[in-house]
């Protein structure tokens, strides 16, 4: 639209080409002036519509983050962190009663989890032992019966094999001394076998062992018994039992005195 400017209407007196030369002069400032503000205008429309973008943008990846979550529900969780008591304290300034907390419950949870530990621990090494004892037992036993000793003398055995034999980490009967050194054979090279320790015991505990065929009976099991009930044991009473009765019924009449 050309620009239209009457001099007269403001109250100047100008001729014809005054008022021509005046009026391009300000058409064209007034056109600058009018360029400038739609250029303005067309440059903040720009941002504006790029902002938009962005923003919705932005809310789209929001929304994604939000899809299937209970807003209500999260709004909730908010609440209620605010109210937490950590939450307060560390608002007040209160962090070493905080750290000291954590750390409390920090030291119950190990504390929990060591118990836990050492009374795993305690099991399996009351099963061991357990297992150990049987099987050093189970090894003096047949070490016993390959020897000949009588089947019921099998117990006692294995209590005097206690005080020499412990099964060593490979599971085997290994024979020690008091000060834990290994007890060797009669040929001072080989340990010495629970087979070559129950034969010893044919010296010194002949009771355990069958009597020979044809033999009399000697020692406490003779005609009269020297002891009295409570000084034998249930195995010696049982081999006199077996042979010979008559010592028996003689030790028996013993019993209680």
Do not use: C
């Amino acid at each position: 639209m050309p620009f239209d400017f009457d001099p007269s209407a403001h109250g100047l007196t100008l001729d014809e080409t005054q008022a021509a030369a005046l009026k391009a002069v300000l058409g064209s400032e007034v056109q600058k002036y009018l360029d400038g503000e739609v250029s303005g205008l067309k440059s903040k429309n720009t941002e504006l519509i790029g902002s938009n973008k962005t923003i919705k943008a932005e809310l789209d990846k929001l929304k994604g983050q939000f899809d299937g979550l209970d807003i209500e529900a999260v709004k909730g969780l908010l609440a209620k962190a605010g109210q937490d008591e950590e939450t307060k304290l560390i608002a007040e300034g209160k962090l070493d009663e905080v750290i000291n907390r954590r750390t409390e419950r920090l030291r119950t949870d190990l504390d929990k989890q060591v118990k836990a530990a050492n009374e795993r621990a305690d099991k399996a090494e009351a099963f061991a032992a357990k297992y150990s004892d049987k099987v050093l037992a189970d090894s003096i036993r047949a070490a016993a019966i390959k020897a000949g000793a009588l089947p019921e003398a099998a117990e006692d055995i294995i209590l005097r094999a206690r005080g020499t034999f412990k099964l060593s980490e490979d599971g085997e009967p290994v024979a020690t001394d008091r000060a834990g050194e290994v007890v060797y054979g009669k040929d001072g090279k080989t340990p010495l076998s629970p087979l070559e320790w129950a034969e010893s015991l044919r010296e010194t505990a002949t009771h355990l062992w069958p009597r020979a065929q044809g033999a009399g009976q000697t020692g406490d099991n003779g005609g009269k018994a020297t002891k009295k009930w409570g000084e034998y044991t249930e195995t010696e009473r049982a081999a006199m039992a077996r042979d010979n009765p008559e010592a028996f019924k003689k030790l028996q009449a013993t019993r209680g005195t």
